[in-house]
């Protein structure tokens, strides 16, 4: 499906590996203009590397960390001199801490608020002007399955995804003046480095194969299987473009079916 975003600029956080990479390679594909951007300058400058052989396109890159204000305040700044407007922002940093509540200090919850809330609202400001300018601006944010199903031991980033939803179904309703739609694609269990991190761990733990603890994991999904990054990304290209102009302040599953409430 030719999905009518050719010529438009994107700006895709948390680009340089899993799911963001991917949506910015599925934005490529479909002919936008694509600035990337993530917190370790090197392997952000290879995954530009990468996109441009894969697809034969120019990618322009930027380095900042969303949890330094600093960071994105160096990001709007430079954004302002590289595009007069911005049609398209994917916010797809952050993550979960694998913990019980007892583990919890107050600082991993503010840690893991910085990464997986204030990041993305630091984006969306330093960008909104660029957005603005669009006429039809959209922004894709991933947030998650867990909000809809709260999985245990990842208590914080339950709390703070749901967070994440409130906020674009917020959003999508306040900056419809300026005809930016707000959406957000939430993943299940996903095969990127946060899950294979993860499983290297528990096997280590539980002196097991990691296969064994993917199996646990897959077993509780009606697909038996992970995600992997290139089926999350068509969602977010789609919501990113205009046949979906009639979609504002959504969180669309994409998820294998683990989170099966009725609403
Ligand atoms: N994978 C899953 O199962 C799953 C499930 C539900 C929701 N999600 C959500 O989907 C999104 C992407 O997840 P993923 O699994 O693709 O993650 P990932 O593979 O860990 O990739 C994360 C990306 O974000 C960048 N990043 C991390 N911290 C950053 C920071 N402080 N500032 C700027 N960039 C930063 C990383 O680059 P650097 O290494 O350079 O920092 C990397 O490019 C996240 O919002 C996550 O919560 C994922």
């Given at each position: 499906m030719d999905l009518g975003i050719k010529g438009e600029t994107a700006l895709v956080v948390?680009?340089?590996?899993g799911i963001g990479y991917e949506s910015a390679k599925a934005l490529l594909e479909e002919g936008v203009d694509l600035i990337i951007c993530s917190r370790n300058a090197e392997k952000l400058k290879q995954a530009a590397v990468k996109l441009e052989q894969a697809v034969g396109r120019p990618v322009r890159w930027f380095a900042a960390d969303v949890t330094k204000a600093t960071d994105v305040t160096a990001l709007q700044l430079w954004l302002e001199q590289q595009t007069i407007k911005l049609d398209i922002l994917v916010s797809a940093v952050g993550g979960s801490q694998r913990a019980l509540f007892g583990e919890l200090d107050d600082a991993a919850w503010y840690a893991n608020y910085e990464f997986n809330v204030m990041g993305t609202v630091r984006v969306i400001r330093a960008t909104l002007d660029l957005l603005k300018k669009s006429g039809s601006g959209r922004i894709v944010i991933l947030g998650a399955a867990g909000p809809r199903m709260p999985y245990p031991q990842q208590l914080v980033s339950n709390v703070h995804k749901a967070g994440l939803i409130a906020m674009v179904k917020t959003l999508g309703a306040e900056f419809q003046p300026f005809n930016i739609r707000v959406n957000s694609v939430s993943p299940g269990r996903t095969m990127t480095s946060l899950w294979t991190n993860r499983i290297d761990k528990l096997a280590k733990e539980r002196g097991v194969p990691p296969a064994v603890i993917v199996d646990e994991f897959a077993h509780e999904i009606p697909l038996g299987r992970f995600g992997q990054p290139e089926e999350i990304a068509p969602m977010v290209a789609f919501l990113a473009?205009?046949?979906?102009?009639?979609?504002?302040?959504q969180s669309i599953l994409v998820d294998g079916g683990i989170a099966r409430g009725l609403v």
């Open positions: 948390g680009a340089s590996e473009s205009h046949k979906t102009s009639y979609v504002t302040c």
